[in-house]
């Protein structure tokens, strides 16, 4: 990955000043899989690697006598993917459960080596579970954030005496006058537990806090207060007050340094900054307010894929994208599906944008919800990260996840545990549903809803009854979607264009002008690529999300983006043309389909023995097989064709089938319950290149023939009828003819489904069909081997059983899939209606 050099970003952010050092550890790493620790590969991190097998990172350092006998030495990492375990000269000190966040960790003196190699291993799995893991393996429209150490790692050493917890929480009065700072302080002296420490007084020392607003060197508020400390760590409330403080709003980021120092006869021991903000959000009357003026959310969700970057590392990248997004006019930035980069959230508050986190949980089954050993890992991972992103005051709202299921006890339940812990950390709390919540969920504070296009009419019915319960202040809708994969077209008319997808944000922007409600997160500014790929989004060979706004190329001039400048800074009026509708069927259905059907009814009315074997077959099966039996003269030229024929029509009745779906959430999340990228890449690759599809599904229909008579012909060894290879391929061929009756449809079948009144009885008539059809192919085989059916049909039911069971280890059918089939039919339902 690019590396990351230390003069990107300031001191501040690491905690470094002249009592604290920090030295960045990323070269100069050994890399291998843990089953052959003797080849090793030298890296520089960010590193990354693909697979499900855990690597090593390990690396040397040497640490000096200074270091180990009179500091606390610090390992910090600032995100790894996904969990860890960390060891330091082969003790195993720390095990992280999993997650992305930064966090920190205290080196044990006593196992470090003076002026000698100390190795530091850090073995990293990536490995996700479809039950435990945070995120779960089947993640829908995440980011593709591959295994590996993706962040900075660094080495801080601090004195024994030190601040371990430093959180100032403000508290502003109902005239915004007067700000309240109350600190929730923790100072550890390391050295407590040692025996040079043991039977010594208590020691006085002074906890000093200089509160600078930004730029000044003069502190605008500031306290000592005399403590002592009798153990290895002592806990401090203290409180300071700041009169007519500078409040911090999207328009006015202004912010403040928070300077606690510890004091000892008149020496600084140790000191460290913090950057808050002082600001108030509060709700009245059904309306939110930021600092008593009217505030609604304007955001969007940002992902930054930074295993991905090839030419410009993270900070740079996440810079120039959070100051384009606040160029655009957006007040705020939900970090969805994933935990950011900490620069990030300091970037934010620079650049005047609320920070919105969340748990990367997204469409977890109710009946994983309810396993304890999940909760308990959800509250584990949200008290983490919650802790680490706690020391960024302009991030309001920690998540409990999204796509939950709205109205559901299970899930209700499932959030107001994570909403507790949220609220006892003096954050906001909210969850996004993949429906219309219309019950109250204690401690939840906001309520999103995700729109999915098109989506707007419906929830203009829906959103009311919502607002009884709930109250406008509390919805806002967490994220609009609308893919673009067909790019620029003659006019907004022409669905899934870059034109419709302006038009159907500036539609939801006009609407959201008039129904007052929390606000809205557009889905997405940027383009990113996913995790697994999507149907909703279209195909792209490189996984390619298609819904965002903007693509690599921050292209300004495109439309959508024009149009959501417009709106959010209310500018001048961008027109979007409107075209014509264009028919989205691919021709070739119709020429397919016309061309099988006339070659079939040329052949009927050409030939007359192929017309009366088509008629005694389909008609009369029964003693068309006896005649097979029996060595009847029958054309083995017009039994091939009537393959291609057959073959023909069901491979083009499958690519119609397979194209309808190409877009459909449902089938996405279904493919996805599978958690198999492979799967569902070729599945969606066949969906979205009709002409490729159909080649592929005929020859692997008439490949099925070869294969199906061979089956037939290997299951005849067990029995003492003798019947020649010919005369079973004769009886599969002809067994499938009714398929050739659905040619005529087939020609309508694409605008059929479109309009979406016959669904329903076209379903029921494939079904029969099918169904018609495995039953004219049993006929054949008891009737051709002179049989008794009931022998036949048994054999066939083992035979199912058997596939069936090698499917479900083929594809890991297991009770987690089929909870995630069940919960994608759930969740498609409660977004539909």
Known sequence: MPPNKEG???????????????SILNTDWNVYYESDPQTRVSVSLPAIFEGKESLVFEKQIVFTSDQIKNRQTRLGFLGLNYSCEISVNGYNIYKHIGGAYPF??????????????????????????SENSIPVLQRYLFPSVKSGIIRDVYIKTIPMLHIAVANPVSELDQSLSKANISFELNVENSSFSRKSYQGSTEKNF???????????????????YLESINSEVKEFNVQLEVINPQLWSPETPNYYLCEISIVSDGQVIDKTVRQFSFFQITKKDSELFLNGNRFEFKGTTYF???????????YEQIRDDLSLIKATGFNVVRFAKMFPNPYALKLCQELGLLVLIELPINSVPEEILQSKDFETRAKASLNEFSANYSRFSNALMIGAGSSYLPNSTVTSNFIAQLSKITKERNFFSYASFSGVPKTAIEDLDFYGIELFSPGIEHIKEELPKAVEVIGNSSLFISEITYPNYKGNSNGYLTKNSAEAQAKYLEDFLNFSSRFKYSGFIINSLFEYKGAFPSLYSGYA???????????????????????LFSKLNNDARVTIPIGSKKDDSPIIFILISLFLAVLLAVLINTKKKFREDCSRALLRPYNFFADIRDHR???????????????????????????????????????????????????????WNPQTCFLIVIIILIIKFSLLSLIIKCASFFIRTRVELSN????????????????????????????????????????????????RLLKGIYVIFDLRPFIVYFYTLLIILVTVGGLIIKFQLSSSTIYYITNSIKQYKSMIF
């Open 104 to 129: 920190e960790i205290g080196l044990p003196n006593d196992i470090l080596k003076e002026n000698e190699n100390n190795t530091i291993t850090v073995k990293v799995s990536g490995k996700l579970d």
């Open 304 to 314: 930054l894929n930074e295993t991905d970057l090839r030419k410009i590392n993270s």
């Open 633 to 687: 003269i029958l054309s083995g030229i017009h039994t091939v064709i009537m393959m291609f024929i057959e073959a023909g029509a069901l491979s083009l009745l499958i690519t119609i089938i397979l194209f309808y779906f190409k877009a459909n959430i449902l089938a996405d999340k279904i493919l996805l319950a599978f958690g198999s990228a492979a799967l569902m890449k070729s599945f969606i690759y066949l969906c």
């Open 206 to 224: 002074y906890l000093r806090i200089n509160i600078y607003a930004e730029g000044s060197a003069t502190p605008q508020s500031k306290g000592d």
């Open 541 to 563: 060979d490189n996984g390619l999300y298609t819904f965002g706004i903007l693509d690599y190329s921050r292209n300004l001039n495109d439309i959508t983006y024009r149009i």
């Open 728 to 775: 079973i391929f004769y009886s599969v061929v002809w067994a499938f003819l009714p398929y050739t009756l659905l040619l005529p449809l087939e020609l309508i079948l694409y605008r059929l489904l479109g309009n979406g009144s016959f669904n329903m009885l076209l379903l029921a008539l494939f079904i029969l069909f099918f169904v018609w059809n495995i039953q």
């Open 8 to 22: 990107v970003f300031d001191n501040q952010f690491f905690d470094k000043n002249e009592l604290r050092d920090v």
